[in-house]
T-cell receptor, first 113, second 113 residues
Framework: AQKITQTQPGMFVQEKEAVTLDCTYD???????LFWYKQPSSGEMIFLIY??????QNATEGRYSLNFQKARKSANLVISASQLGDSAMYFC??????????FGKGTMLLVSP | SQTIHQWPATLVQPVGSPLSLECTVE??????LYWYRQAAGRGLQLLFY??????ISSEVPQNLSASRPQDRQFILSSKKLLLSDSGFYLC????????????FGEGSRLTVL
């Protein structure tokens, strides 16, 4: 069985600073994928970034990067130069093979001016 | 380009009444389709997913059901709503055999009174 743990219910960051949202996972599969989604107050879920378990490089997408530490089973999301529009709920998720995604409980990020 | 729409956006229903939420995808063929529920302050719970017309997998036993009458149409139903059915319902699709990167609809907020 797969499990995703996000230990930070809420995080605060000032505009233009970087922030790290934690995610640890548990799986017995060797091949798996890790994902981050953003949910603004409107409710829609937006895909941000993906990391494959065999990818040697950390994934990056613009201001988002995934700090993948396989031995520690962690897949933290780093947002650089935070913007007010980054205030949202962030979910870490994983899957393996053709299994459906397992989501964590999320971290609420608030960016202050 | 692909789009996904679900409706209604907001629904207030009395206990014991029926429910029908509809989701349609455009611009792609043979998608995987999903229904998730998000209770207040919690993560996403997968309710149903479908890999083809008439093929429905249920993840959580409950008084909800799902149907896929057409390739790009996914319907969530209930004959008699319970208070515990209140929540935010999200429809999503993914490319066939790719269960990782999900594309979500706008969501439907259901309040059962």
């Amino acid at each position: 069985a797969q499990k995703i743990t996000q230990t930070q219910p809420g995080m605060f960051v000032q505009e233009k600073e970087a922030v790290t949202l934690d995610c640890t996972y548990d799986t017995s599969d060797q091949s798996y994928g890790l994902f981050w989604y953003k949910q603004p107050s409107s409710g829609e879920m937006i895909f941000l970034i993906y990391q494959g378990s065999y990818d040697e490089q950390n994934a990056t997408e613009g201001r988002y990067s995934l700090n993948f530490q396989k031995a520690r089973k962690s897949a933290n999301l780093v947002i650089s130069a935070s913007q007010l529009g980054d205030s949202a709920m962030y979910f870490c998720a994983m899957n393996s093979g053709y299994s459906t995604l397992t989501f964590g409980k999320g971290t609420m990020l608030l960016v202050s001016p | 380009s692909q789009t996904i729409h679900q409706w209604p956006a907001t629904l207030v229903q009395p206990v014991g009444s029926p429910l029908s939420l509809e989701c349609t995808v455009e611009g792609t063929s043979n998608p995987n389709l999903y229904w998730y529920r998000q209770a207040a302050g919690r993560g996403l719970q997968l309710l149903f997913y479908s890999v083809g017309i008439g093929q429905i997998s249920s993840e959580v036993p409950q008084n909800l059901s799902a149907s896929r009458p057409q390739d790009r149409q996914f319907i969530l139903s209930s004959k008699k709503l319970l208070l515990s059915d209140s929540g935010f319902y999200l429809c999503a699709w993914s490319v066939y055999k790719n269960t990782g990167e999900l594309f979500f609809g706008e969501g439907s907020r259901l309040t059962v009174l």
